[in-house]
């Protein structure tokens, strides 16, 4: 071995020892960092991987596990919301007169809220809900972040096809238009009209 594969060879060794030196003296909060990071990373990756179906399971107003592909086969709007949300609060009505319009078999409403299960069981004995309201605080923001797009703020609609492929996404509070564009592509999408791609593409343009 000549001299100067024997120079680098003790140069990468060097090298090597310090990057472990460094990493056993990193303080464990910056360690655990590193690591939420980075397996944060890598969960993103794999809901990019997968990205077409939307599953979770969070609690309803009884306490009860609900997984979303019980309600496959209805095309979904999951509305995210809180009861301290104004927002949020002007835009239930609005919800609620859709679903009465949309009946047993259109496209169903579901409430996600990112709340507390006791202060979402008042205001919805008030607001009387005629559509599947489930609760999460941290879980739902989960559920809404898995969408790809970042959640900032609230009222937050995901749009969901029937076999739990998800089309996109509503930054902002649902108004009648909204609705009846989102309607529109939905129907379009049953009728062969325009495919998955281009129903994305249209309900990023609303």
């Known amino acids: 071995m000549n001299r100067t594969v024997l120079i680098f060879a003790a140069a990468f060794m060097a090298m090597m020892a310090g990057a472990l030196l460094y990493a056993l003296r990193m303080p ?10 980075s397996a944060k990373a890598e969960m993103m990756q794999q809901t990019l991987d997968v990205a077409e ?3 979770f399971t969070l609690k309803d107003l009884d306490g009860e596990d609900r997984r979303f592909s019980e309600w496959t086969g209805r095309h979904r709007l999951l509305n995210f919301w809180a009861t301290w949300c104004a927002p949020c ?3 239930i009505p609005v919800l609620k007169a859709y679903q009465e319009q949309q009946g047993d078999d259109g496209i169903l409403v579901m409430g996600i809220a990112v709340d507390f299960m006791e ?9 009387e809900f005629n559509y599947p309201i489930l609760v999460g ?9 898995s969408s790809g797009i970042e959640f900032i703020a609230m009222p937050f609609t995901m749009v969901v096809a029937r076999d739990g492929r998800y089309l ?9 238009a909204q609705l009846a564009d989102i309607t529109n592509i939905l129907n379009r999408l049953d009728a062969g009209e325009i495919t998955n791609e281009e129903a994305r593409g249209a309900i990023k343009l609303l």
Request: avoid cysteine; glycine fraction near 4%.
């Open 119 to 127: 202060e979402v069981k008042v205001y919805a004995e008030a607001a």
């Open 53 to 55: 179906y939307t599953e």
């Open 28 to 37: 464990a909060e910056q360690a655990a960092d590193v690591a939420a990071a």
């Open 89 to 91: 609060r002007r835009e």
């Open 137 to 145: 605080e941290q879980d739902a923001m989960a559920v809404a972040e």
């Open 168 to 176: 996109g996404a509503y930054l902002g509070e649902l108004h009648d």
